[in-house]
């Protein structure tokens, strides 16, 4: 995630009554806020997979398919869910295979085409890697929130969370 | 921002008295809705800037000169204020260069080297493209809360920044 923040240091340019208005200083702490937790942790948990080898994305794959049914999904319906372009995923999915960590198989009889399978070394991988994450992800972000925290923000972001996969896909 | 969410569907590894404790339901839904909305958000937001041929991380950029003395910064700075890689940020500050949105310069008399400047069409492009921006923001995101639960999201957020901010670049 990116600090693609808003400018109020400057003079904002002229607007209308129609207009959006700018971000109050109170809004915008709250924005920066959001902006540089969602970087810095993606940067402080990828720094702390990179002794096993992963990428944070890689570990998201392994993650994914281990819930799946059989541990395998349509590299389409794997795509979706992880919110990436097909072609993305699929240079993501060779590197993995390289690794051994997943397998790309045709389903036969199946024309929607290929399935990403997790490797039992995947599966490994995901179960030795796991507690060292939850280390990470506690000590750098839920444990530092109160329960009442916890629930609070969940109550706010969870319809956030929802409006915005329902804009997904959407042109 | 990935959704590298942790796996408690299955058996977890057993798990000594010693070791952290894997996330509850709570924590999980949690740590799930921020991973989500931060990622889902970089998403709508992306697109949302497209029509302005700009990516989010240019748009950051922009931002970030224009908030700069002079409206330059050393890109060892730029790097850092970006939380980017200095080979990441040089191949972005080429293309945005090609665009005419930015300017690489040796600074006579600093050996410490290049600065980026934001040109006269940078600045301007940003002017022109952070009213939509704000809009997508507010839409998206922040009209989202109340002004409690902006607050209190603050309040949360701002000590975990903090924290995020004193590890990043420590061994």
Redesign the interface.
């Known amino acids: 995630?990116?600090?693609?923040?808003?400018?109020t240091?400057?003079t904002?340019?002229s607007?209308s009554e129609e207009?959006?208005?700018?971000?109050t200083a109170?809004?915008q702490?709250?924005?920066r806020?959001?902006l540089?937790?969602?970087?810095?942790?993606?940067?402080?948990?990828s720094r702390e997979l990179q002794p096993h080898n992963l990428a944070?994305?890689d570990?998201?794959i392994l993650?994914?398919l281990?819930?799946a049914p059989d541990r395998r999904m349509r590299m389409t319906d794997l795509a979706t869910?992880?919110?990436q372009s097909k072609s993305r995923l699929s240079h993501q999915i060779t590197r993995m295979e390289t690794a051994g960590l997943v397998l790309r198989q045709e389903c036969p009889g199946d024309r929607r085409g290929l399935y990403a399978h997790l490797t039992e070394h995947g599966w490994e991988t995901?179960?030795?890697v796991?507690?060292d994450?939850?280390?990470s992800?506690?000590a750098?972000?839920?444990d530092?929130?109160t329960?009442e925290?916890?629930?609070?923000?969940?109550?706010?972001?969870?319809?956030?969370?929802d409006?915005?996969?329902g804009?997904?896909g959407k042109p």
């Open positions: 995630m990116d600090t693609h923040t808003i400018d240091a400057d904002p340019p607007q207009e959006t208005p700018w971000l109170r809004e702490r709250m924005w806020a959001h540089e937790v969602a970087k810095l942790l993606e940067y402080q948990l944070i994305n570990y998201e993650v994914v281990s819930e869910a992880t919110l995901m179960q030795r796991a507690p994450h939850v280390r992800v506690r750098h972000f839920i530092r929130f329960p925290q916890l629930d609070a923000m969940y109550e706010a972001l969870a319809p956030i969370a409006h915005l996969r804009l997904r």
